[in-house]
């Protein structure tokens, strides 16, 4: 499925690391680092065919080999997302022109997160859907090298393996639902846990409700599909430093149920498992990098259908804990599976939570696809959060919990409803009602409805589920890491 581009790291030249196809950053008030032979570069500078401008290119050749030569811009705004958006912006050319094997030189003077960017806005924008269409064009790029003076093999793996996670995530995500019930996902779990030493199990839907999970089982009564809800743990610690607990809403289709959606984009909501594909994913990648961390990851998987057995607007369930919740609106699913899912990694021993959920329109109202909305009821847990967000370029904004949101939930019949009459503040409301079950453990909620496909980014080229969460959860693990780690 993935258009798998090799990446690789090197200390030959480009010219003489065999690529087919070179691509050489320059940037605004520099010149080109290494001239090619005959002064090609510099000439195709002074001539304004090539510039200095970020993202602007030219094609050349030089030394039998192709060069495409790339504006970088001011060096000073070069970070991680520039670096993704050059690369996917170079990429693209290249494939374009028929490359087999591309080298970017890399710049001079720049850190890590820079040749990490290269690899994952390359590796990104090569991705592609193919699973029901396979592409009739030969033209791809498939192995990418990493060229600079010093070793940066270790960016280059890091970024491969975080990349590579997240491509599956956009895989799963844009698999239909007839091919991904809740059983599948959870065998592919466990599938993944095999191959990564993972801890795995995972209770069917009998068992999630015999462990008194009513509000988790009311969603997926409806289904003829059974549910799952899938576990993972790793230790990459041996015991020591918190546990982590990320949450993961896995609704692998979402007609609303009884409060049926409209037909307009119900197609979408085979989307709505994308949360809990980030956690696989992100679990999957941290065992692959042997991070010194230790993680539970919790997927709450289900279809929410509409059906004889359904759940009915008014009915009222139990969580695990014990809450009493009114299903005033069907639709409002997620934060039924939620609730459960979060007080089991409570009873767990989880001791910092993160949930990703495609939870509410309103935050794609409020933040479009450029922030995933996040609400946090711990101001540190929460500036943890931010700065893995800003690190990986998966954006979070925080968004307030407030005691007034808190209240619009109470219950006249039950102890809190899942949706308000009116529709004010919907992401708001649906984080107070998962801080009903996090309760004083530091916890942020990711509401990634907006960020989770459909983005306008440059290296999405293939539009569709993005992945959002793998990398920013990674960079979570790798900021969390205790010493003697990565
Ligand atoms: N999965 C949807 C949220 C969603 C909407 C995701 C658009 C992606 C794009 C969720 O289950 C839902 O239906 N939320 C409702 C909640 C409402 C009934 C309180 C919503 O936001 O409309
Ligand atoms: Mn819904
Ligand atoms: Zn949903």
Not at 27 to 55: C, Q, W, Y
Not at 142 to 147: A, F, I, K, N, Y
Not at 184 to 209: K, N, P, Q, V, W
Request: proline fraction near 3%; charge should be negative; hydrophobic fraction near 45%.
């Amino acid at each position: 499925m993935l258009a798998v581009v090799l990446a690789e790291a090197t200390t030959d030249s480009p010219i003489a690391s065999g690529a087919d196809t070179v691509v050489v950053g320059v940037f605004e008030g520099e010149d080109v680092a290494h001239e090619m032979p005959g002064g090609t570069l510099g000439a195709l500078l002074d001539s304004g065919e090539a510039r200095r401008e970020f993202k602007r290119l030219a094609v050349t050749h030089a030394d039998g080999t192709r060069v495409i030569l790339i504006g970088l811009g001011n060096r000073a705004k070069l970070d991680g997302e520039r670096a993704r958006v050059a690369a996917a912006v170079a990429h693209g050319r290249a494939r374009e022109i028929g490359a087999s094997t591309l080298c970017w030189e890399v710049p001079h003077h720049v850190d890590d997160d820079v040749v990490e960017g290269l690899v994952q806005g390359t590796l990104l924008h090569a991705y592609r859907y193919e699973r029901y269409k396979p592409s009739k064009a030969s033209r791809r790029v498939g192995r990418l090298l990493l060229s600079a003076h010093h070793d940066v093999s270790e960016p280059v793996r890091v970024a491969r393996i975080v990349t590579e996670a997240q491509n599956r995530a956009r895989d799963l995500g844009n698999t239909p639902a007839n091919d991904l019930a809740p059983s599948a996902l959870a065998a592919y779990a466990e599938e993944t846990a095999g191959r990564h030493g993972l801890g795995f199990s995972a209770l069917d839907e009998e068992a999630i409700r015999g462990a008194g999970m009513g509000a988790f089982a009311a969603v997926a009564q409806g289904s003829v599909e059974s549910a799952r809800l899938i576990r993972l743990e790793y230790d990459g610690t041996s015991g020591e430093g918190p546990l982590i607990g990320l949450i993961g809403k896995a609704v692998t289709f979402d007609t609303g149920g009884i409060s049926l959606k409209p037909a307009g984009t119900m197609h979408e909501m085979k989307f709505d498992m994308c949360g809990g594909a980030a956690v696989i994913e992100a679990l999957a990648a941290l065992a692959e990098l042997q991070l010194p961390v230790r993680v539970l990851g919790l997927v709450g998987a289900t279809e929410n259908m509409p059906g004889g057995r359904a759940v009915k607007p008014g009915d009222i369930v139990r969580a695990s804990d014990g809450t009493t919740i009114e299903v005033n609106n069907t639709d409002a699913e997620g934060r039924l599976v939620l609730a459960d899912c979060i007080a089991q990694a409570k009873r767990d021993g989880a001791e910092r939570l993160v949930d990703l959920a495609t939870l509410t329109g309103g935050v794609v109202v409020a933040l479009g696809s450029t922030y995933a909305g996040m609400m946090s009821n711990d101001d540190t847990w929460a500036s943890e959060v931010e700065a893995a967000a800003e690190q990986s370029g998966e954006l979070v904004w925080r968004m307030p919990l407030h005691r007034e949101y808190a209240e619009m939930l109470k219950g006249r019949y039950a102890q809190i409803i899942n949706s308000t009459t009116k529709r004010e503040a919907t992401a708001l409301t649906a984080a107070e009602f998962l801080h009903n079950f996090a309760g004083e453990v530091p916890w942020a909620h990711l509401d990634i409805a907006g960020t989770a496909y459909d983005v306008r980014r440059p290296y999405f080229a293939h539009r569709g589920a993005t992945g959002f969460g793998v990398r920013l959860l990674v960079e979570l693990a790798r900021a969390g890491a205790q010493p003697a780690g990565v």
